[in-house]
Structures are given as C-alpha cells and as structure tokens.
C-alpha cells in the first residue's frame, strides 16, 4: 500500500490538471488520515483495511474507465479524490495496525527494520 501512496503522490503532477489535482490529494490525505483512525476504533482492524481497499479500488477502476480519457473535466479531480482517500486510508491503518497487534519492543523493531529498507532501497 504504501508504493501506491508514494506512486499517487507523484502522478499528481503528471495529470493535465495539475493544480486541482493537487488540492484534491492534500484534502483526501487529511480525510484519509483522519477517518482511518475512526474507522479503527469504530469497526475494527479487518473492516477497516476493507473499507479503505475497497475505497481505492472503486476510485483506481473508475479512473482507469473513465477518469484518464477525461482529464479536462471537473469527474477526473473528484475521481482522484476517492482513490486517493482509500489510499491514503489503508496507509495510514497499516501504521496504526502495527500498534495495536505487537507490543511497544516489537512495534519499534517493526518499523525500524521496515524504515531501514525503505531508505537503502
């Protein structure tokens, strides 16, 4: 989940417009973000990932249908806005899973290994 957050983040700025894509990922982030720890609370760790997944995958199908032959309308940016959301939702959880399912020792060897990767990579 997290190479599409990071491969979204930067095909924003590939996409014809630029700008108002842009605007709509900083505001799917903070929705993403913000209702992923709700929905952890609220339904649990599996519905959570559902409902974020399946968020994205509606959004990533519909822009592959719709939304990439459609670019210069005002659908491309709302488009983007739910995929990028679920995205940003399933990222975010798999922090916060993390936390939930290991204690303090094991969370911190888990991210520090998971961290170490990503930056030799």
């Not at 974020?52 to 806005?81: E, K, V």
């Not at 995929?83 to 940003?88: E, I, K, L, N, Q």
């Not at 959880?93 to 991210?111: D, G, M, P, Q």
């Amino acid at each position: 989940m997290q190479t599409n957050f990071y491969m979204l983040s930067y095909l924003t700025n590939l996409f014809t417009q630029v700008y108002t894509t842009a605007v709509c990922a900083a505001i799917s982030m903070a929705l993403g973000f913000g209702t992923s720890g709700w929905l952890l609370e609220r339904v649990g760790l599996r519905a959570s990932f559902f409902i974020g997944s399946f968020t994205a995958s509606c959004g990533g199908l519909s822009l592959l249908l719709y939304g990439i032959h459609n670019q210069d309308t005002m659908a491309f940016p709302i488009l983007f806005l739910f995929t990028f959301t679920g995205v940003a939702c399933s990222y975010s959880l798999s922090f916060a899973c993390v936390v939930k399912l290991f204690e303090v020792k094991r969370t911190t060897r888990v991210l520090g290994v998971a961290t170490f990767f990503a930056r030799a990579s």
